[in-house]
């Protein structure tokens, strides 16, 4: 190889050795240019947060009172009179029934009256039973005198109807005698006009000269008689006609008329023995009355169970005098527990009858025992008179009724008290401690399917103490931002996390 073979080949390397040189110190530049880009412009590390799950729940609405547990119909029994206590029949703790005696107590002075009572009752049923006996006299002296007299006014109407058959019989055969001359007047008149027709036919016969003067004046005599015979028989008749119109006139003999004088007067003594029968029975009434009442009273010296129940306490002993409205016995039903308490008044507008309750022992881990509101009173009372309240301040008590007895608690114990106003189940629960709030517009933060934050508007149903009911917004399932990093979140800001 010649010398300038050999020159022309070292500078060929050397040539090939700068470019090589020259190219790689332009990748190193470029790649420097290139890594401090990527430096400047790489994305912030995911920032660490606590995720939630939503889910369906239950909320509830609750307020919490201490109150005082009782058993069913506890009541304290008073002495209804004053007297004295002459036996107990019952120990504390007994088991008694609706109506058992528990007491007997004595007031002589009441038995006293009692017995005198009694005989004022003995002499009034006298007089009643003697009064009675009147009533009955008197009612069979009335029914002798009402028989007396329908006899009476019996044999009254056949005396009429007698004089009534004698006059009709009068009547009857004065009719027959003015028949009897009204047909002779008729027959006299007949027999004149034929003694008329013949003294005229005499008379022609006389001028004629056929009889002598003496015929005419024997028919003469006949004519005067034939009108003497008409004129008696007509006055006959005109007689008999005055008789007939006399007896058809003429009144019925009086008879004397049968007297209520004797029915009226049984009447009267009727209505006075019954008066005196009314009164004497309606003091016989007020008497048994009085009695009653005395024996009432009496009987209220036996005091009684007024309820199946326990004997919780006995206030007096044997012997103890006692005065009205004094405490002798409180008993109470086992099968029943109360809760007695006194609400706020604040508290006590919220609460109603049949609203589920929870009651438990005031202490570490406590039975849990569930109950009603049963009874709130509409009146707030001064807790000025309730030394359990230093307060100052009005209360409202209410009543809680236990679903089933507890059969652990002690009448009289305090208890915690849960009152559930409200409830929702199967809905969007979240912890109240998640909600942020915009004003007056709530929102949560939530964890997108890239795992960035996102903020996210909510709205909320029914709020509890510590949890709150969405009712839109979120979904079961969404992952909500539990725990924030020190620095704020913004949307879009990649998250990394787990359950809280």
């Not at 120990?91 to 009692?114: F, K, Y």
């Not at 709150?468 to 704020?488: A, M, Y």
């Amino acid at each position: 190889m010649s010398t300038l073979d050999y020159r022309a080949k070292r500078a060929y390397q050397r040539g090939i050795k700068w470019l090589m040189g020259s190219a790689l110190f332009a990748a190193i530049g470029v790649g420097g240019v290139l890594a401090y880009d990527l430096i400047q412009n790489q994305p912030p590390a995911p920032v660490s947060v606590a995720l939630t799950p939503v889910e369906l729940g239950e909320v509830e609405k609750k307020i919490s009172e201490g109150g005082t547990l009782e058993l069913g119909g506890q009541r304290s029994i008073k002495s209804p009179e004053d007297g004295a206590v002459e036996r107990i029949l019952v120990a504390v703790g007994d088991r008694v029934s609706e109506g058992q005696e528990l007491i007997g107590l004595r007031n002589p002075d009441r038995e006293t009256i009692l017995q005198k009572q009694q005989l004022e009752i003995r002499k009034q049923e006298i007089t009643v039973d003697r009064d009675r006996q009147k009533v009955r006299e008197a009612e069979e002296e009335l029914a002798a005198a009402e028989a007396q007299l329908r006899r009476d006014i019996a044999k009254y109407e056949r005396k009429i109807e007698s004089a009534e058959a004698v006059k009709a019989l009068e009547i009857e055969k004065q009719e027959t005698i003015v028949d009897r001359n009204r047909q002779k007047v008729k027959e006299a008149e007949v027999e004149l006009a034929a003694a008329e027709v013949q003294l005229e036919t005499d008379r022609e016969l006389l001028e004629k000269g056929f009889i002598a003067k003496q015929e005419i004046d024997r028919q003469e005599q006949i004519v005067r008689e034939k009108r003497a015979t008409l004129r008696d028989a007509r006055h006959a008749l005109e007689t008999a006609v005055v008789d007939l119109e006399t007896a058809r006139t003429r009144l019925i003999e009086e008879i004397e008329t049968p007297s209520s004088g004797p029915v009226i007067n049984a009447e009267v003594n009727l209505r006075q023995a019954q008066a005196d029968l009314r009164g004497s029975q309606s003091e016989l009434d007020r008497l048994k009355i009085e009695y009653q009442e005395a024996a009432l009273e009496l009987q209220n010296y036996v005091i009684t169970a007024p309820i199946d129940g326990i004997v919780l306490n006995i206030d007096v002993k044997p012997g103890d005098g006692v005065n009205r409205s004094n405490d002798l016995i409180a008993l109470g039903d086992p099968n029943q527990e109360v809760v007695q308490l006194k609400l706020s008044t604040l508290n006590a507008v919220q609460v109603k009858p049949g609203q589920l309750a929870r009651v438990s022992e005031i202490g570490p881990d406590p039975e849990i025992f569930t109950g009603r509101v049963e009874r709130i009173d509409l009146k707030a009372s001064s807790s000025e008179n309730n030394q359990s309240s230093d307060s100052g301040q009005a209360t409202v008590p209410a009543t809680i009724k236990l679903d089933r007895p507890t059969g652990s608690l002690i009448p009289g114990s305090p208890v915690s008290v849960e009152i559930v106003l409200d409830a929702r189940e199967d809905v969007v629960v979240l912890s109240t401690e998640l909600i942020r709030r915009d004003g007056e517009s709530p929102y949560v933060w939530v964890v997108d399917a890239d795992d960035r934050a996102q903020k996210r508007p909510v709205t909320l149903g029914l709020e509890g103490l510590l949890q709150v009911e969405v009712t839109s917004g979120l979904s079961p399932g969404d992952r909500v931002i539990s725990s924030s990093p020190d620095e704020p979140l913004k949307p879009g800001m990649a998250v990394v996390g787990g359950a809280e």
